[in-house]
């Protein structure tokens, strides 16, 4: 790194990607820092720097010590090992190292101790809850939110009607021809755990998934304003059900709040939403397969009178960034879920479907919320369609 680039850093001050430190001689805590970084998007620390952002610098002795601890601590202290680049960097004010930690590809990290650091602005916090730590393990695709059980939702509560229509549609077969008892079934399709239907499961074929998976409802909204009310509104839905109904009812809640035009149609026509259809469906169908399921919230849907936002609980899996879902891009978070959902819902899978909507409709933002863990899509209003 040039001394140009950073003194730049240096005085912007401390955040969530950059830490100082004047010196360190304890390994444990250089671990700790790095499994933060690791756990995270990754980070620089900077040692022979005040909290002030000022190069207090370091001695021929100091970077001798320092280059053997960097080593101890990711290789003994950081569990996975991991693998940082460190840098000299000489300045008029001292000598400064500065190590380079990625982003972890096998989170969760842990420090020797056992316990698992994240970022928490400039500074660092242990991470207790369970949801937070499955979330790191499902980053690194060890675990799936998807296909763990739902207790207090067993086989018997499948609407098994529903679910026959469904089997034989999607394998050109019967239930009973399959000769197999139906819990050896759904075990096989990632639908159940023993006698649980999995999150997949009940969200897909249980007759009241949200009897016991409460925030897997969609809360919609619709306002004449341009900002959200709480006595003020046109129309508010909390939507439940299975997930192919909860899909419809989103998509026709969103579509009958909309304006209609006649887009060269004659004037008796009922027109057509001011926003496509189908980019309506592509980006519902998104929110509800592609959410994280280990956040414990609802879809939500409100629409206002310049835009429609649809929030859904997570940012973006692991590297995805906001740039390279618009080209395709994806990381499946619920494979059970998406494996199955293009056999109920008019939904052919992440990376098509971001462009598909761009495609009918230009008109979209969308902001991968990554401190709030949430991801919005905008569509504006009052846009002529091209």
Known sequence: METIKLLEILSRGEDSLHQFKKNIRNADSLAAEMVAFSNGTGGKIFIGVGDDGGVTGLSTEDVRRLNQLIANAAS?????????????????????????????????????????????????????????????????????????PVQGISVADLDLDYFKHFFQKRFNETLEEQNLPLPVILENMNLSRGDSLTIAGALLFAKTPQFKLPACVVKAGAFDANEFSTTVYNDSRDIAGKLADVFRQSVNFVVSNLRHVQNG?????????????????????????????????????????????????????????????????SNTRNPALASFANHLLPYRGYDSGIIRALAKYPHIDFLDDRDASLFKVTLKRGLTQD
Do not use: C
């Open 76 to 148: 003994q202290g950081v569990k996975p090992a991991i693998n940082p680049v460190s840098e000299n960097i000489m300045t008029t004010q001292g000598l400064v190292i500065l190590i380079d930690v990625p982003a972890g590809i096998n989170k969760p990290y842990q420090d020797k101790d056992g316990v698992f650091w994240v970022k928490s602005g400039s500074d660092k916090r242990r991470a207790t809850s369970r949801e937070e730590i499955q979330r790191m393990f499902q980053q690194s695709n060890l675990l799936h939110a998807d296909v763990l």
């Open 265 to 329: 149609q004659n004037f008796n026509s009922i027109g057509v939403p001011e926003i496509p259809y189908e980019s309506i469906e592509e980006l519902v169908a998104n929110a509800l397969i592609h959410r994280d399921y280990f956040i414990s919230a609802p879809v939500r849907i409100f629409i206002f009178g310049n835009r429609v936002e649809i929030i859904s609980p997570g940012h973006l899996p692991n590297n995805l960034t906001v740039e390279n879902i618009k080209l395709g891009n």
